[in-house]
Every structure is written in structure tokens, then in C-alpha cells.
């Protein structure tokens, strides 16, 4: 199913047409426009990616992973608060979840914790961690805990079990969300504005 109306501001190397449409099929807003806040370049560091995203709202973190095994997959997730440097977990309502967008999966949130915030740490979601970045942005591991309903511990990638920092990240990418207007619904409240405007001239 193609995606409704989803935007993409400042472009993106990961989200194809089908992935957006997930997206916003999962998040279930209607459509829905992002805006490219971040993309990993070389050298870049977990300093970069706070400096960018904190206090900018809800996101979508997107990146390339592969494992050790060889498999690969475009991951990441939804943080419905704002990423911020302060070191801890942050707790909130259970309207967080992570994905897999090459396997068309969604692991939602079960545990207490979204994500994992520190200055020397990338975007990390979870208590598992469920997915961890370390400060390269290059490095880290998928161990699902808060993101399942079972204690599984296995990697959100390919499903094999946490064997270690086994996870290389290429292409990472941030977006802020903001839900676009529908059309029929402001066509809608102009008619009804112009109706008013007549019956008040013809009075």
C-alpha cells in the first residue's frame, strides 16, 4: 500500500515509498510530513547526533544495520519525546515503538523505558538495550527487553540471540513528525465560511 501523502523534507537515502507508507500506517495519524534534522557523515559522533535532535519533539531514527552474520536491515524507531544528553533512561507511556522495516516489523512498547539518554551514547532505545549506539555511530547491539512481551534478548535485526557487540551502522537518519492538514476537511471549513458570508449579505 503506497504511502498516503507522507513528505519528506531535506530528502533521505533509507525511507523508499513502501517504508514511509509502514510508517505512517503504524504511527496511524493520517498523513504525516518528516523533516530531515540529521544524517550521519564521516567522523560524526553521538555529540553530533544530540547537538541536532535534542529538544526537538518526537522522531523517527532510521538507520542501516548489518550483524556480524551478515545480515542487514533498515531499523530504528519512534521516541514520541524529545532525545535529550541528560544521562538516563526515560520512562513514558507506551506509545513508543521500534522497527524493521526490511522485514515489514513492529515491536512495540511493553517495558517502562524508550530510550537510553546520554551525550556519549547515539540513539538507543529500550533497558535491553533493545537497540544501542555507541559514540562512534558506527557500533553497538540489539538485545529486545522492553520491546517484546517475552524476555527474548534476541536482535531486532534477524531475530538470533544477543551474542555481543555485533551491530555495524551505516547510514543513520532523524526526522521530526508533523501531521499534514487533509484537504477535504479545509475545503470543508472554507465552504462553511463562505456560507456564512452569504446568508449574512442576503440578510
Known sequence: MPAQAAIIVGGSSLLTETYLSQLENQLGEGPIALTNIFT???GATSVDFHNAVDNKGRTFVVMQAAEDNGNTAVIGGYNPESWNSVAH??????????????NSQFF????AYITLNQSSYGPSFGSGYDIFVDSSLNNGYSYLATYTNTSSGNSIIDGSHYNGVNVSYGAMEVFTISQVPVPGAAWLFGSAILGLLGLKRRG
Do not use: E, H, R, W
Open 40 to 42: 550521519k557523515s564521516p
Open 108 to 111: 512495540l512498547q511493553f517495558g
Open 89 to 102: 533512561t526515560n520512562p513514558t507511556q507506551q506509545s513508543s515503538f521500534l522497527f524493521n522495516l526490511s
